[in-house]
């Protein structure tokens, strides 16, 4: 299985970024897939979380309104559209798998990608 994530950047304050994360390896459609991000010296921290089918998500209370989860399940890929950023969202944004109903404990997850870095700048 993998995951490999892409989009991270660098961005000015009220801006906006797209990451991608396209899987392989796996029957994509059968995963709940979550979005997580680490800033330095942090645990990891749920961002945002969709069901197998697309149809529920899950997200945040920091990036509610803000960020957007979703995915493509013809072409393995789930996205995260970020805007309005802000510096506090700068970190190492990691997505995940899951075999089984979408959660927001990083536990629970069973794959993960190599993640990419988010900087925000105020």
């Known amino acids: 299985v993998q995951l490999v994530e892409s989009g991270g950047g660098l961005v000015q304050a009220g801006g906006s970024l797209s990451l991608s994360c396209a899987a392989s390896?796996?029957?994509?459609?059968?995963?709940?897939m979550g979005w997580f991000r680490q800033a330095p010296g942090k645990e990891h921290d749920f961002v945002s979380a969709?069901?197998?089918?697309?149809?529920?998500?899950y997200s945040s209370d920091s990036v509610k309104g803000r960020f957007t989860i979703s995915r493509d399940n013809a072409n393995n890929t789930v996205y995260l559209q970020m805007n309005s950023l802000k510096p506090e969202d700068t970190a190492v944004y990691y997505c995940?798998?899951?075999?089984?109903?979408?959660?927001?404990?990083?536990?629970?997850?069973?794959?993960w990608g190599q993640g990419t870095q988010v900087t925000v700048s105020s």
């Open positions: 969709i069901s197998r089918n697309g149809v529920y998500t």
């Open positions: 995940a798998a899951r075999d089984g109903p979408y959660r927001q404990n990083q536990n629970e997850y069973h794959y």
């Open positions: 390896g796996l029957t994509f459609s059968r995963y709940a």
